[in-house]
């Protein structure tokens, strides 16, 4: 049988920007997108504890000098990076514009991004200094001046892209003795999570599915990113609720619909190309690793869902035949234009292309659950070395992912495959958890298995999340361009400032050795 997701009647987000008033709090956020997750109370976020934790870095300095393969190749490639240059010098600007009709300068911050993170990685696994100073420096620069993302409707991508990235290079260095903390965590708080937080909740003023999964995906990789970076469970709550119940076609039922009795889940976005595919499994393989670190199991959510619809993207992408189910979408703006799109067919593909976003996947399945997952352990193979930004075109769809997963994530098969997620084993926890609703670190019930499939209902074809759309008009769009006066009408400015998402600005702290 095949399973198709029922459609999501739960309202629990807002529609448009205005429906919520200046006074809104942390608290009245939470509710407005739904019902917060579990929560450890008391528990604050572990570091280092984003991609990377301390046993992670350890493994990797190991096996490098120990000279095993496949670490020692992926280090190769790292060193053999022009980012990774322990001489690299920051460009830092005071406002990041992404977006056609904007002084676009967006390639000059994610470059600074990925010679941040690849420096601290180089310089965790070589143990030259010169590379962790490099790094810091770089994130010193952008902190001390970027106070502003700015563009078209891509502001977004920005603001989430970029946003999870910075914590990533940042987690990396935030106990070097000349990192400031309490300001990175200041520019990340006011310029990054503002953005991709309101994006959840009213999505540019558009309609719930006028963008591809991937908008949503950046931004709940931000919110999560942030929110463990900044130690705000509350954040890290939200993020994790999104993932589980969002009504985007970001959340994991809507960006993975039907999943059929070959064991395989089809990913919607296979209807649009194959280097969108890509992006989202990546981007959805983030967010479950960064909650991984953090004792959360999304990676086994309603019956390991993610690994049916990476399996199915890594086998569709290696030239085989896959189902897709004709999914059709509401587009456009509340209050304004509308339409609709339906994708009928997975793309064409090219078997050659490559993308660092298997390593990761494959080794959590197949070496810590002890699971099988023959599509994703040939399409890693035949990807590594994984190298990072810089290595797959020179446009800023080659940084879309932080690379590196032969180094990173290649692991020995755990001894115990069905033990749940630890908090980042080694990693120290904040002692300042950050305010707002919900006080504990969000974890996930039923680690390793998740909520059986839904058998009732029909195996009939089935939309993602656009049901809730039609009593405003079967409202669309592509959600790859951006509306002129859109924001304006929606009032995205005065979201964007924080009116939806006030954070107490006294709740960054400064790290105890500044």
Not at 157 to 179: I, M, P, S, T
Not at 270 to 285: E, I, N, S
């Amino acid at each position: 049988m095949t399973y198709v997701t029922p459609q999501i009647s739960r309202r629990g987000m807002l529609k448009a920007a205005g429906a919520v008033g200046a006074g809104a709090t942390a608290t009245t956020t939470a509710t407005v997108l739904g019902t917060a997750p579990a929560t450890a109370a008391g528990t604050a976020p572990a570091h280092p504890g984003l991609l990377h934790t301390r046993a992670d870095l350890d493994r990797m300095a190991a096996k490098v000098r120990a000279g095993a393969a496949p670490h020692t190749a992926g280090f190769a490639k790292l060193a053999a990076n022009r980012h990774s240059a322990a001489g690299w010098t920051a460009d830092p600007q005071a406002t990041v514009y992404r977006g056609s009709g904007t002084p676009e300068n967006y390639s000059l911050l994610y470059n600074d991004i990925h010679a941040a993170y690849q420096n601290a990685l180089r310089g965790h696994v070589s143990g030259d200094s010169a590379h962790l100073d490099t790094a810091v420096a770089i994130l010193n620069a952008w902190s001390a001046r970027l106070t502003k993302l700015d563009g078209s409707a891509d502001r977004f991508l920005a603001a989430g892209l970029y946003g999870y990235q910075f914590a990533n290079a940042a987690e990396l260095v935030r106990d070097h003795g000349d990192f400031d903390l309490g300001r990175f965590q200041s520019m990340l708080s006011t310029v990054f999570a503002p953005l991709s937080d309101s994006f959840l909740v009213d999505h540019n003023g558009a309609v719930v599915t006028n963008y591809w999964p991937n908008w949503d995906l950046t931004a709940v990789a931000c919110v999560l990113a942030t929110g463990i970076f900044c130690d705000d469970t509350a954040q890290i709550a939200r993020a994790v609720d999104y993932f589980k119940n969002g009504e985007g076609m970001g959340s994991v039922r809507h960006a993975i619909p039907v999943v059929r009795d070959d064991g395989l889940a089809e990913w919607v976005e296979a209807g649009r190309d194959q280097g969108h595919a890509l992006l989202g499994v990546g981007l959805m393989g983030t967010v479950c690793e960064m909650a991984w670190n953090q004792g959360i199991d999304l990676y086994g959510h309603d019956d390991s869902r993610f690994l049916k619809g990476a399996q199915y993207v890594a086998k569709w992408s290696m030239g085989g035949d896959v189902a897709y189910t004709a999914n059709t979408r509401a587009k456009g703006a509340i209050g304004g234009w509308s339409g609709q799109e339906t994708a009928t067919d997975a793309a064409a593909v090219d078997p050659a292309m490559r993308r660092p976003v298997w390593a990761m996947i494959a080794n959590h399945y197949t070496k810590r659950r002890g699971m099988s997952a023959t599509h994703l352990t040939r399409i890693a193979a035949q990807a590594a070395p994984e190298g990072g930004g810089g290595d797959y075109g020179p446009n800023s769809g080659g940084y879309d992912q932080l690379g590196f997963g032969t180094l990173a994530f290649t692991r020995d098969r755990a001894v115990d495959t069905s033990a749940p997620p630890s908090r980042a084993a080694g990693a120290s926890a904040s002692s300042a958890p950050g305010t707002g609703a919900g006080s504990g670190t969000a974890t996930d019930s039923g680690a390793g298995s998740g909520a059986r499939p839904q058998t009732g209902g029909t195996a009939a074809p089935s939309p993602s999340p656009s049901a809730g759309n039609r009593g405003r008009g079967d409202l669309a769009a592509t959600g790859a361009d951006d509306i002129v006066g859109w924001t304006a009408a929606a009032g995205i400015t005065a979201v964007a400032g924080g009116l939806l998402f006030l954070r107490r600005r006294d709740r960054v702290r400064r790290d105890a050795a500044q």
